[in-house]
């Protein structure tokens, strides 16, 4: 299995079949072999992107993480690609906060470019039409849901500095309730509306039965996240990851 541009929609939702994708990648990654119903769903959404990014980026491409904390992914790509990060290190979502006695330290040792800001500020830092890729991984679903005009200057602030016809993909976490609902932060319907995206939103009546659905497991999220969210994984539901992929005009 590739990914397919001109049929992106298999990948708007995590599914169990991607992980065929990442056969030999985890390795790569983080040194080991993952376990699917043992992972917390922030490896599937890491694998999917280093994927990806293997198939659609040359060496020496430049790559924007969006709120990518002290990325994986970019330390991956480090020595092959142009690599930046976007965040203000404060912490949102269980990330990193940038204070301590040890920070200076390691973000003056970070492997990419840091710009200490948020997407949507417009930073002069990050350069119009510049970059050949650029994504997120389990952070769009942070931005507060109280400021819609938020959302447009997060997606124009994007399109700013990619290339034309540059990709940006964004994986973010949504959840799967008992009554087929979903939750899932309102930026994600903003992106379909706005983007020219490669996918459509599918509605969570029509896939939430499926059984190639991939969510974290009751014993995974028992492990990684009911100490953060304090709830049952049948009261808090089935998180997983939505897919989006869209591509600057020119």
Request: with cysteine.
């Amino acid at each position: 299995m590739n990914f397919d541009l001109q049929d992106f929609e298999p990948f708007t939702y995590a599914m169990r079949s991607h992980w065929v994708l990442f056969d030999q990648l985890d390795q790569e990654l983080y040194g080991h072999r993952i376990d699917m119903d043992k992972a917390d769903l922030k490896k599937y959404q890491d694998l999917f992107v280093t994927a990806f990014i293997k198939q659609f980026t040359a060496p020496s491409a430049r790559i924007l993480d969006v709120g990518g904390g002290l990325s994986r992914v970019l330390r991956y790509f480090s020595e092959t690609h142009e690599c930046w990060n976007v965040d203000r290190m404060e912490g949102l979502g269980n990330g990193p906060k940038a204070q301590g006695t040890n920070w200076e330290t390691i973000l003056n040792n970070l492997p990419y470019r840091l710009v200490l800001d948020y997407m949507g500020n417009f930073n002069r830092d990050l350069p119009d039409n510049y970059f050949d890729l650029v994504f997120s991984i389990s952070a769009l679903e942070h931005v507060p849901e109280n400021d819609p005009s938020l959302f447009d200057r997060i997606i124009d602030d994007i399109n700013r500095v990619l290339k034309p016809d540059a990709l940006s993909l964004h994986l973010i976490d949504v959840v799967f309730k008992n009554n087929n609902e979903l939750r899932v932060n309102s930026i994600a319907h903003r992106i379909f509306e706005r983007t020219n995206t490669f996918n459509t939103f599918l509605s969570p009546e029509h896939i939430c039965n499926n059984p190639d659905l991939y969510t974290m497991s009751k014993d995974a999220y028992e492990v990684f996240w009911q100490s953060a969210t304090g709830k049952s994984y049948g009261d808090f539901g089935r998180p997983s990851s939505l897919n989006i992929l869209w591509q600057k005009e020119s």
